[in-house]
């Protein structure tokens, strides 16, 4: 199996972990967590953050974040 199947294969098991997380947790932090934690991997990218619609003020709370929230 060549480098580039292999890296797609660990990126797909890493959104399988997602699922499965997903599927088990029912504590919302963990799993915003492990989403942006997984989506960071999968994308390659330095930070992930999750923004929850605060539904007393309409407005987007950047709640979970891979990297420092500002």
Partial sequence: M???SQELINRLNLLL?????INTTRNLNELLNKITNVTSAVM???ASSIALLDENT????????S???K
């Fill in 58 to 65: 309409n407005e987007l709370v950047f709640s979970i974040c």
């Fill in 2 to 4: 060549n480098e580039n």
């Fill in 17 to 21: 972990e997602i699922n499965t997380t």
């Fill in 44 to 46: 390659r990218s330095e």
């Fill in 67 to 69: 990297w420092k929230c």
